[in-house]
């Protein structure tokens, strides 16, 4: 080597000489218990579960192509009688109806998931990583969030092409909009805790029943004085009816504060009745998988 060369390789040779003798940088590693861990580890999980049922048919299923099918279903067998019967179009009741079963349905297949997660093991090594220990639960309640909110701007684009319409204003349809939300974040808080607690079968029955119930006496299809004298009570405060009830009023028009005061009790009571159970179901189940 030449000396022109030799000189020329002296200043690498020194820095790299320089940063094995300098000292590592200190790292500080964040608290597993602080809130901003359990914020970005929620997002994470949140885009986990979203990035999981986008790519799962049956979920794309049940909460965009059947609640629209069952919309235009509605609509070309219901739609017309219903609307000379009450002086109301149908439209209306129907597209708020279809926005909250698509909630439904879609937080039974998310417990299905939760399910698989359990049995595989998946929460399991979750609870032994590094993971703040609400993100789980609380990552899948936003990823609800999300999804139930994507299925109510699709239901609601579909009740467009057949004559839905906002005719009370955008601040009355961004309220619109978010009923449906809340109301299924409350049904999935529900759902979570009874799947920490049945199998499967037992779970799709259960909330298979309750859904039809709720769907088929509700004032989604007809006004309340349509049903029988005794069950216009029940099918007036059911928590389907009371959202169905408000948002048809901050659409079409009719009255609002009542319906939407109702609906909110019914959410913020699923939460508070239904929220220790599905903590410690999803505990239990992280920690010894059943």
Not at 44 to 52: E, G
Not at 213 to 232: D, H, R, S
């Amino acid at each position: 080597m030449s000396s022109v060369e030799a000189t020329m390789t002296h200043p690498v040779a020194d820095d790299i000489e320089s940063v094995r003798n300098s000292p590592l940088p200190e790292v500080t590693a964040k608290s597993e218990r602080a809130l901003s861990t359990w914020a970005e580890h929620s997002l994470i999980q949140c885009k986990r579960l979203l990035l999981t049922w986008a790519r799962d048919s049956s979920t794309t299923i049940q909460t965009l192509i059947y609640p629209a099918l069952s919309l235009l279903m509605f609509r070309i067998v219901l739609g017309k009688p219903i609307t000379a019967a009450t002086g109301i179009p149908s439209v209306y009741g129907q597209v708020a109806m279809m926005t909250l079963i698509a909630a439904m349905t879609g937080a039974v297949v998310s417990a299905l998931g939760f399910k698989a997660e359990k049995a595989t093991g998946l929460l399991g090594r979750f609870w032994t990583m590094p993971v703040h220990r609400a993100a789980g639960l609380t990552g899948r309640i936003l990823a609800e969030a999300v999804r139930i909110l994507l299925s109510t701007l699709f239901v609601i684009a579909v009740g467009f092409a057949i004559g839905f319409r906002f005719g009370q204003g955008p601040l009355a349809a961004i309220a619109l909009i978010s009923i449906p939300v809340l109301f299924g974040i409350g049904f999935a808080v529900l759902i979570t805790a009874l799947a920490t607690i049945t199998e499967g079968v037992l779970l799709i029955s259960l909330i298979g029943t309750f859904n039809t119930l709720l769907m088929f006496f509700n004032t989604g299809f007809v006004p309340v004085f349509a049903y029988p004298v005794w069950l216009q009570s029940t099918v007036e405060n059911q928590p389907m009816s009371c959202a169905i009830d408000a948002m048809r009023g901050l659409s079409y028009g009719g009255p609002v504060a009542e319906p939407l005061m109702k609906s909110l009790a019914w959410t913020i009571g699923l939460i508070v009745v239904f929220a220790y159970p599905a903590i410690r179901g999803y505990r239990r189940a992280a920690e010894t998988g059943r």
